[in-house]
């Protein structure tokens, strides 16, 4: 398997742009989480999907992000407008199960995202 | 109070020495208990999960989990350069928590 795939691996935008990051998980896998990482905050979860259906979004910082999962093997996280506090790296992980048993997260390489 | 603290290090040890990173968490619910590698402009990567109390070796790591004391940690022995990294504790009820990870050095 190719494992999670993400893109695109760099971004670099302007204040008040629309970005969108994108994220295939591994086949088969039903959950899907989205993780921003900074120096200041560490790995923060964002949201998180099962079989498709968002549910937990407590970790979206604001009414700027948004994330879908269309179908199983696809996902987009995107924020409009962006700002230079979102310049961070944006990890997609994906895992078979959830909550208590096997649930090793299985992350992707990482949008590095900048915005000016 | 964060949910999961670690020291955030820098930590350091010589080569052949073993490492100890600390974990402690707040929520008495949580289920499990993962340890992940990242190294320096990577992903993590996960290194060892553990759900019951005690030790879990695996080669040249160990975890254990004391969930009375709300305390998971991870020994590496025989350190070698290439273990040099920042470790992340994350800890599982429904939803993974990070910690903010320690950085080890391991110095040739």
């Known amino acids: 398997d190719a494992g999670v795939i993400q893109s695109p691996r760099h971004e670099v935008t302007e204040m008040g742009q629309e970005v969108t990051l994108r994220c295939k998980p591994i086949s088969g896998h039903d959950y899907l989480f989205w993780y921003r990482q900074t120096m200041m905050r560490g790995l923060e979860l964002l949201i998180y999907?099962?079989?498709?259906?968002?549910?937990?979004d407590s970790g979206m910082p604001e009414d700027r992000f948004s994330a879908k999962m269309p179908n199983a093997s696809f996902s987009t996280l995107k924020i409009q407008p962006s700002e230079p506090r979102d310049s961070a790296v944006y990890f997609c992980?994906?895992?078979?199960?959830?909550?208590?048993?096997?649930?090793?997260?299985?992350f992707g390489p990482g949008t590095r995202l900048t915005v000016l | 109070q964060k949910e999961v603290e670690q020291n955030s290090g820098p930590l350091s040890v010589p080569e052949g020495a073993i490492a100890s990173l600390n974990c402690t968490y707040s929520d008495r619910g949580s289920q499990s208990f993962f340890w992940y590698r990242q190294y320096s402009g990577k992903s993590p990567e996960l290194i060892m999960f553990i759900y019951s109390n005690g030790d879990k070796e695996d080669g040249r790591f160990t975890a254990q989990l004391n969930k009375a004391s709300q305390y998971v940690s991870l020994l590496i022995r025989d350190s070698q350069p290439s273990d040099s990294a920042t470790y992340l504790c994350?800890?599982?009820?429904?939803?993974?928590?990070f910690g903010a990870g320690t950085r080890l050095t391991v110095k040739p």
């Open positions: 992980a994906s895992s078979l199960e959830g909550g208590g048993g096997t649930d090793t997260q299985y």
């Open positions: 994350a800890v599982s009820n429904n939803d993974m928590r």
């Open positions: 999907f099962n079989n498709n259906v968002p549910i937990d």
